[in-house]
């Protein structure tokens, strides 16, 4: 835009990127630097000792005990969640996608647990979760399959985690799947009806091929959210019982806050960031495979 | 003919029976936890579950605010202010930063914008330890001003911002500033009121974001006066785990302002939710 006075421009200017450029130069790009270079330090918070370590957080964490496990039970999460938020988001956005009466409800309905934070969601499903009395296991023991104590139970745990992040999360995820329905065109069905398509026959060759595109991106974001699982663990079980649920979030913000430990804290964050780095990289690779881009 | 119609009602039941099912299972918690606050402490825990209270009691929500170390009642009004003001502190920076990149441009302002997509990318557990010490080190922990700071790096508000406010002819502001309105005044009354839409999008999901926030208000408020309401309640989770129906009220006066907030401002959200495909 056209300013006639130089200076009022540049002023201005100044004036109106200041706050956002310093919030991001202080607390975005400076931490970033700071996190790298303590990754390399023995830094106690408490004592308040730094000394250099070189590689050796990076090489207590790799070849512990506790790596391993972390990255189980992560993964572990992330397979279960995946599949799952895919098919419920696809499902409900199908729902929604017919126009009927009350539709307007149901979407807000289906919307109601992304706005409930995680920790109401939390404290909510760990009672839906209780061994005897809760709800799902009540429900369970409807169709007479005797339940799990979950959030007690090292197998079930995790499961129980998942359950609860996929109906947090379904609505959110199925508002962009539909969003990418509605732009699909409304003649290429009819075309296909013409030629005697039937309903499944159109699902799968128009409809899934021409979300897959939504699909990645929803598999992309959800791998970087689900590597940084936390609200849940923390709330739910504490990444217990016996250690059966600890994830990465969970160990960095235990050796951060608990024990002030922000060297191994930080270079545990950079694992997780390496991690994070190489599955959406991996996942840019394999997109040929099954992503289709000419509509 | 008949065939063809059954079977097009036979779909439409199936359809209807996926409806009430997918509802179900999204309600049923919500009304497992109203039900059960409205119960004494024996009472939430019968087979079969009882939907209606048998006896109706405020019992939990009377104790919800007189949990011994915990302060409910001073958490709800901590987090009320904090979400407002976080929400001012982000979406004025953000609005602010987005009117120089969308309509003042100078040269390198393409590799800025650059480099602000880019810290977009970095994971919140990078910077979050380091923020700590930057806190520490200006002596803001345990204060609401270190809690608020750091939203004023908020790349994905800049972005949302910018992208709508391009759109948005120079020639209004242009002949605005002609009139002899200041640049400032352009900002306020000609451009800000011309993105809307957008603004009161940013707006919400920034009320959203900090009421809804646990971490970082854990990590950095650490006196029990100045919690916030959500890490209140996960404490109370932890420490009173068999008292479901005190957690239970504690949970729906949680969920309920953020509903009410939602309910009324629905059709905004979802469209501009939909365009920003971020959380």
Same mark, same amino acid.
Request: include cysteine; proline fraction near 5%; hydrophobic fraction near 55%.
């Given at each position: 835009?056209? +300013? ?24 975005c ?13 023995d ?27 972390v990255?189980?039970?992560? +993964?572990?999460?992330?397979? +279960? ?5 895919l098919?419920?988001s696809?499902?409900?956005a ?24 995680w920790?109401?969601?939390a ?38 985690? *998942? ?17 990418? #329905? ?24 128009? =409809? ?9 991106? /929803? ?11 936390? @609200? ?34 930080s270079a ?18 394999l ?7 000419? !509509? | ?7 097009k009602? #036979?779909?439409?039941? !199936?359809?209807?029976? $996926? *409806?009430?099912?997918m509802?179900?299972? =999204?309600?049923?918690?919500?009304l ?8 004494g402490?024996? !009472? ?9 209270p048998?006896?109706?009691?405020l ?7 007189n ?33 120089v990149?969308?309509?003042l441009?100078?040269r390198?302002?393409?590799? +800025?914008?650059?480099l ?7 994971p919140?557990?990078?910077? $979050?330890v ?7 080190? &200006? ?7 270190? /809690? ?16 709508? $406010? ?12 002609? @009139? ?9 009354v000609?451009?800000?009121? &011309? *993105? ?5 999008t /940013?707006?919400?999901?920034?009320? $959203?974001?900090?009421w ?6 854990? %990590? ?5 006066g ?10 109370m ?6 008292n479901?129906?005190?957690? &239970? ?5 949680? %969920? ?11 059709c905004?959200?979802?469209?501009g ?7």
């Amino acid at each position: 835009m056209y +300013l006639p006075n130089a200076n009022t421009r540049r002023t201005a200017t100044a004036v109106f990127l200041a706050p956002s450029l310093i919030g991001v130069a202080v607390f975005c790009l400076l931490p970033i630097a700071m996190s790298f270079y303590y990754s390399f330090m023995d830094y106690d918070l408490l004592a308040g000792s730094m000394d250099f370590l070189g590689l050796k957080n990076f090489a207590r964490i790799l070849t512990g005990r506790e790596f391993p496990q972390v990255l189980l039970h992560t +993964l572990t999460y992330l397979g +279960l969640y995946l599949p799952l938020i895919l098919v419920c988001s696809l499902g409900q956005a199908l729902l929604l996608n017919r126009s009927f009466r009350g539709r307007a409800v149901l979407r807000t309905v289906f919307y109601t647990p992304v706005i409930t934070s995680w920790v109401a969601a939390a404290v909510v499903w760990t009672w839906v979760l209780s061994g005897r009395y809760g709800l799902m296991n009540q429900a369970l023991s409807l169709f007479g399959i005797k339940g799990p104590a979950w959030l007690s139970s090292r197998v079930w745990a995790m499961p129980g985690i *998942v359950i609860t992040a996929v109906w947090k999360d379904t609505g959110y995820y199925a508002l962009m799947v539909l969003a990418a #329905l509605k732009s699909i065109d409304p003649a290429l069905y009819e075309a296909a009806g013409i030629d005697g398509a039937g309903g499944a026959r159109k699902f799968f060759s128009i =409809t899934l091929p021409l979300l897959t595109p939504t699909l990645f991106l /929803l598999v992309v974001i959800n791998v970087i959210y689900g590597l940084q699982v936390f @609200d849940s663990v923390l709330i739910m079980t504490d990444g217990g019982p016996g250690g059966a649920t600890t994830v990465f979030l969970e160990r960095i913000y235990k050796y951060a806050f608990r024990q002030y430990k922000m060297g191994m804290a930080s270079a545990y964050s950079w694992i997780l960031f390496l991690i994070i780095l190489a599955f959406t990289l991996l996942q840019f690779r394999l997109q040929k495979r099954w992503v289709n881009y000419d !509509a | 003919m008949m065939p063809k119609l059954r079977a097009k009602q #036979l779909r439409n039941a !199936a359809f209807y029976v $996926m *409806v009430v099912l997918m509802a179900a299972l =999204t309600l049923l918690p919500f009304l497992f936890m109203l039900s059960s606050s409205f119960k004494g402490s024996e !009472a939430i825990r019968t087979i079969p579950i009882r939907w209606i209270p048998e006896r109706p009691t405020l019992e939990g929500y009377i104790r919800v605010f007189n949990m011994p170390g915990f302060s409910f009642g001073r958490a709800s009004l901590n987090s009320l202010f904090l979400a407002l003001a976080t929400t001012l502190v982000q979406v004025l920076s953000a609005c602010m930063a987005a009117f120089v990149f969308a309509k003042l441009p100078f040269r390198g302002l393409g590799k +800025l914008f650059g480099l602000y997509l880019a810290t977009m990318m970095i994971p919140g557990t990078v910077t $979050m330890v380091p923020n700590y010490i930057i806190l520490r080190i &200006m002596g803001l922990l345990d204060s609401y001003t270190g /809690l608020i700071l750091p939203a004023l790096a908020n790349a994905f508000g800049v972005f949302l911002m910018r992208q709508a $406010m391009i759109t948005v002819p120079d020639s209004y502001l242009e002949s605005a500033m002609l @009139d002899g309105a200041s640049l400032y005044r352009v900002f306020l009354v000609i451009l800000l009121p &011309m *993105v809307a839409p957008t603004f009161f999008t /940013l707006v919400l999901l920034a009320f $959203m974001g900090a009421w809804n926030s646990y971490l970082w208000p854990l %990590i950095v408020l650490t006196s029990t006066g100045k919690q916030t309401l959500q890490v209140v309640l996960g404490n109370m989770n932890s420490m009173y785990r068999n008292n479901e129906h005190v957690l &239970m009220a504690g949970a729906v006066l949680t %969920i309920l302002p953020i509903l009410l907030v939602y309910v009324l401002s629905q059709c905004r959200v979802d469209s501009g939710i939909a365009l920003g495909g971020l959380k």
